[in-house]
C-alpha cells in the first residue's frame, strides 16, 4: 500500500450508466489530484484540490465531477462516459499543493475504468 | 503550453547494459521530478532536481538536470530485470508528466 486508496481497482460501466470512483490518503498531504492515464498518452492532469478547494480544472468534459468533502478523501463522479474515457484513473497526493517536495507525488494504484 | 518530451519512447536492452533516457522542456522548469512505472502499476516518485546542473545517485541510477534548466536525464548503469517499466519525468512550473521511456530488459 502506499498511503493512497483507490477503489473500485476495475470498473466497467455503460455509458449511461453513474458511478463513482474514491481515493483516500493517509498522508496527512495537503492536496489531492485526479489523472488520467491513456494507452501511449502522458499522464494528464484532471483536477487539482488544495485544502479542498479546487485549485484547477484542465478543461474536463462535465461529465466527470470531482468532489473533495475533506483533505483526505477525493472522489471523482462518472455519469454518462464515452468510450474514449476509458482510461486508468489515478489519485494522487502531496503535502505541498505546488507539488514541490522532495516526496514528490504518491499516486493509488488506480482505477482501471472501461466504458462498454 | 507547456510541453515535456522524453526521449526515446521505448528501449529494448540486454541485463547488463547501460540505458539512459532524456527529458526536455519547452520552457525554463523549477524543478523537476522523476518516477517509474512498473507494468500494471503506478507512478512510484524517484527523486526531485532543483538545481541548475545538478546531478544525484540512486545506487545505479543517475540523475542529472541542465543547465538551463530545460532538460534532464536518467541513467541507469547495468541493467536488472528489476529496471523493467516505463520512466516518467515531471516538470514544474505547473505540473506536466513527461511523454515516458518504457524500458524492457532482456536477462
Known amino acids: 500500500e502506499t498511503g493512497v486508496t483507490q477503489t473500485p481497482r476495475h470498473l466497467v460501466m455503460g455509458m449511461t450508466n453513474k458511478k463513482s470512483l474514491k481515493c483516500e490518503q493517509h498522508?496527512?498531504?495537503?492536496?489531492m489530484y485526479w489523472y488520467k492515464q491513456s494507452a501511449k498518452k502522458p499522464l494528464e492532469l484532471m483536477f487539482v484540490?488544495?485544502?479542498?478547494?479546487?485549485?484547477e480544472n484542465n478543461s474536463v468534459p462535465s461529465r466527470f465531477s470531482p468532489e473533495c468533502p475533506n483533505s483526505s478523501h477525493l472522489f471523482l463522479h462518472l455519469h454518462t462516459l464515452q468510450p474514449e474515457d476509458s482510461a486508468l484513473y489515478l489519485c494522487?497526493?502531496?503535502?505541498?499543493?505546488?507539488?514541490?517536495?522532495?516526496?514528490?507525488?504518491?499516486f493509488g494504484s488506480g482505477t482501471r475504468l472501461t466504458v462498454v | 503550453g507547456q510541453q515535456v518530451m522524453q526521449i526515446p519512447q521505448y528501449q529494448h536492452v540486454q541485463e547488463g547494459e547501460d540505458f539512459t533516457t532524456y527529458c526536455n522542456s519547452s520552457?525554463?522548469?523549477?524543478?523537476i521530478q522523476w518516477y517509474k512505472q512498473r507494468p500494471g502499476g503506478h507512478p512510484v516518485f524517484l527523486i526531485q532536481?532543483?538545481?541548475?546542473?545538478e546531478v544525484k545517485k540512486q545506487k545505479r541510477l543517475t540523475f542529472q538536470f541542465g543547465e538551463a534548466k530545460k532538460n534532464s536525464s536518467l541513467h541507469i548503469t547495468a541493467t536488472q530485470t528489476t529496471d523493467v517499466g516505463t520512466y516518467f519525468c515531471?516538470?514544474?512550473?505547473?505540473?506536466?508528466f513527461g511523454t515516458g521511456t518504457r524500458l524492457l530488459v532482456s536477462p
Open positions: 532536481l532543483v538545481k541548475s546542473g
Open positions: 515531471a516538470g514544474f512550473q505547473k505540473l506536466v
Open positions: 498522508l496527512g498531504h495537503n492536496a
Open positions: 484540490y488544495s485544502l479542498e478547494e479546487r485549485v
Open positions: 520552457t525554463t522548469l523549477s524543478n
Open positions: 494522487a497526493s502531496s503535502q505541498d499543493p505546488q507539488g514541490i517536495s522532495n516526496y514528490g507525488y504518491t
